[in-house]
């Protein structure tokens, strides 16, 4: 079991463009969860997905950001118009079922320039 | 609402000496508890986890922690630190009952002197 996968590890945009990030949970697990971590913070929960579906995107800001876990393929975090505050490390995990027990991946450690 | 407060930001010991890390925790139902190490460049590892069983939880790589009811506390030990240790812990509320999310203290750094 290769565990949650993110990829890429660094990416690096310029203010304006576009971010893509991929999280693909581990094997048999439904339930994808994004967390953003700033410099010198914890993790702050973003959103909840099961397939094809979001459950709880309390923590998503209003604007520029999206999320889509689809039935084929990885969950997608999409940030458009990056700014300077965008850039963190955004980490993904995964579950069998809700409130069971989260696998993280190794995160996606954005820079924006 | 359930938050967490990790008291010390950086905590230094002396390789071989106990290691203490302190987390209180604020949660309106019956809390899930756990500790998670990030090392440096590195995704998040599960070192241990409180759902509601035996207080007195024990993790990988020798660390355990008390969940204290009375004191709302969950503080992270081992007994004898080793350099491979550093790194920088996250004490972690979730609420089993609310939203599918967890909550993440500030963090504690640790580093471990020769």
């Known amino acids: 079991n290769a565990g949650v996968m993110q990829n890429p590890r660094h990416l690096v945009r310029r203010r304006g463009q576009e971010a893509r990030l991929r999280c693909s949970p581990m094997?048999?697990?439904?339930?994808v969860y994004w967390y953003r971590q700033l410099p010198e913070e914890g993790l702050k929960f973003m959103v909840y997905?099961?397939?094809?579906?979001?459950?709880?995107e309390s923590g998503m800001p209003k604007e520029r950001f999206s999320a889509e876990f689809p039935k084929e393929g990885p969950s997608i975090l999409r940030i458009q118009q990056v700014v300077r505050g965008d850039s963190a490390a955004y980490f993904c995990?995964?579950?069998?079922?809700?409130?069971?027990?989260?696998?993280f991946g190794s995160g996606t450690r954005l820079t924006v320039v | 609402a359930q938050s967490v407060t990790q008291l010390d930001s950086h905590v230094s010991v002396s390789e071989g000496t106990p290691v203490l890390l302190r987390c209180n925790y604020s949660s309106s139902y019956s809390p899930s508890l756990f500790w998670y190490v990030q090392h440096p460049n590195k995704g998040l590892q599960l070192l241990l986890k409180?759902?509601?069983?035996?207080?007195l939880v024990k993790g990988i790589n020798g660390f355990e922690a008390e969940f204290k009811k009375s004191e709302t506390s969950f503080h992270l030990t081992k007994p004898s630190a080793h350099m491979s240790d550093a790194a920088e812990y996250f004490c972690v509320v979730s609420d089993l009952t609310g939203a599918n999310n967890l909550f993440f203290g500030t963090g504690t750094r640790l580093t471990v002197i020769p």
């Open positions: 409180y759902t509601s069983a035996a207080t």
């Open positions: 995990a995964s579950s069998p079922e809700s409130n069971y027990g989260y696998t």
């Open positions: 094997k048999g697990h439904s339930h």
């Open positions: 997905l099961q397939k094809e579906n979001i459950i709880d």
